[in-house]
């Protein structure tokens, strides 16, 4: 499997309080991406990122920030949390070549009351 | 924009028949596809990529199939086993970019 977690596993905040939640690879690869997925919807792409400080917005980015400020680590951060942000949050990573696969993690369930 | 389109009704087979599963794009055709599996509380796994000049791959008991007159993806699962029940999900990627959209996915039950 690829080396890839996601940190929290699931947590519970209240709406108006910030929130960061942490991927972290041991791949070395450049690419990395934040999803959300919800009933109905599929996996909607938030953020990406293509290097150390590079980053670009996806589908779904309103509400939404990130930072990678080392290879291995890609946080995403809701600086105001609404309850229209609990969903199951993914983390992947790609490697070099557009026709790679993705390799995601297990997902952060976040509920926001 | 590029939509892909999955059906969203659940999909119950029996043990030991081909589950076929479907997936349409609406617009341009992508440069590849790609299917993967995702079981409840985990992320989804690749399974296989198909380019759009390939009109068949297959792995194993997987087969996937890429019309690009009808712009759609057939995901052929053959001797199916309870063990393949999960949430199948297709993805288009355009050859220019890195962003992949996805469908919502086809839940799967093989039943024994």
């Known amino acids: 499997d690829a080396g890839i977690t996601q940190s929290p596993r699931h947590k519970v905040t209240e709406t108006g309080t910030p929130v960061t939640l942490r991927c972290h690879q041991t791949e070395n690869h450049r690419y990395m991406y934040w999803y959300r997925q919800d009933p109905g919807h599929g996996l909607r792409l938030i953020h990406y990122s293509y290097g150390v400080k590079d980053t670009d917005k996806g589908e779904v980015s309103d509400g939404y920030s990130v930072s990678r400020s080392k290879t291995e680590d890609f946080l995403l951060t809701l600086e105001s949390a609404t309850s229209s942000q609990t969903s199951v949050y993914f983390c992947?990573?790609?490697?070099?070549?557009?026709?790679?696969?993705?390799?995601f993690g297990d997902g952060t369930r976040l509920s926001i009351l | 924009s590029q939509k892909i389109e999955q059906n969203s009704e659940a999909l119950n087979i029996q043990e030991g028949k081909t589950a076929t599963l479907t997936c349409n794009y609406t617009?341009?055709?992508?440069?590849?596809l790609q299917w993967y599996r995702q079981d409840p509380g985990r992320g989804p796994v690749f399974l296989l990529l198909i380019r759009e000049n390939e009109k068949e791959k297959r792995k194993e008991r997987l087969k996937v199939t890429f019309d690009t007159t009808l712009k759609q993806s057939l995901f052929h699962i053959t001797a199916s086993q309870p063990a393949d029940s999960a949430t199948y999900l297709c993805?288009?990627?355009?050859?220019?970019?890195?962003?992949?959209?996805f469908g919502s996915g086809t839940q799967l039950t093989v039943l024994p």
């Open positions: 992947a990573i790609q490697g070099e070549g557009n026709n790679q696969p993705q390799h």
């Open positions: 993805a288009h990627l355009p050859g220019s970019a890195r962003q992949l959209t």
């Open positions: 617009n341009y055709s992508p440069a590849y």
